[in-house]
């Protein structure tokens, strides 16, 4: 799987967009972008997944670029409750197994 | 609809035991996987199971194995204890990666080992 750059941490007013980038330069043409979260000391949570187009759900959107080389999640108003490690992951859906590789993620500070 | 389980909660053990952790799936999920996550690093997948088979390892020693039972729950057994183990060990479910859809994985709350 195709590793991912992520900046180790950010901060975000509560109410505001929180931006998380994340850069995957090397991902083939068979790799999906995933995103998840850990709040602390909880089992990491799936946000979003996307292949190519701009995915958006309940939770975030995810913004993948042209070259799919970089892609942003977006939480559109950021609460308290979104303090938590986001990670992004490169993963391909062949293969007989979809194991996650996980990097060490951007932790996101939402303050008030 | 009961999401993953896993139990127990916290462990403590000494070096040189051995430890087994029970994981059961989200309903209608039949492949499970293990993560040991060490303090302030991500998850490391440890092995994934699907049919009652290992399909994947991840770079972990043979003292660390594992089984799936015919109702999809599993166990990781982990033996000769060294201090280093000590960490959350996570249980993620989903499909069939043969089942040919989205598979997101699911993640239970984890056990805490702590090995002194």
């Known amino acids: 799987d195709a590793k991912t750059t992520q900046p180790p941490s950010m901060d975000c007013a509560e109410g505001r967009a929180a931006n998380l980038p994340c850069n995957h330069s090397t991902i083939s043409g068979n790799e999906y972008v995933y995103w998840y979260r850990q709040i602390h000391s909880q089992g990491p949570q799936y946000i979003i997944h996307?292949?190519?187009n701009n995915e958006t759900n309940e939770m975030a959107s995810l913004i993948i670029t042209e070259d799919r080389k970089s892609s942003t999640l977006i939480l559109p108003h950021a609460t308290l409750r979104d303090t938590a490690v986001y990670y992004c992951i490169v993963r391909s859906h062949t293969g007989t197994a979809s194991k996650l590789t996980f990097g060490t993620g951007t932790r996101l500070q939402v303050t008030l | 609809d009961a999401g993953v389980t896993q139990s127990p909660t916290h462990l403590i053990k000494t070096r040189g035991q051995q430890v087994t952790l029970r994981c059961s799936p989200k309903?209608?999920?039949?492949?499970v996987s293990w993560y040991q996550q060490a303090l302030g690093q991500g998850p490391q997948f440890i092995f994934q199971y699907y049919e009652e088979e290992e399909r994947q390892r991840g770079n972990f020693p043979d003292r660390f194995s594992g089984h799936q039972f015919p109702n999809y729950s599993s166990e990781l057994n982990v033996n000769a204890l060294l201090l280093g183990d000590s960490a959350l060990y996570l249980c993620?479910?989903?499909?069939?990666?043969?089942?040919?859809?989205?598979?997101?994985?699911?993640f239970g709350p984890g056990t805490r080992l702590t090995v002194t």
């Open positions: 996307g292949l190519k």
């Open positions: 993620a479910s989903s499909n069939s990666p043969l089942a040919g859809v989205s598979y997101e994985q699911y």
């Open positions: 309903s209608g999920h039949d492949t």
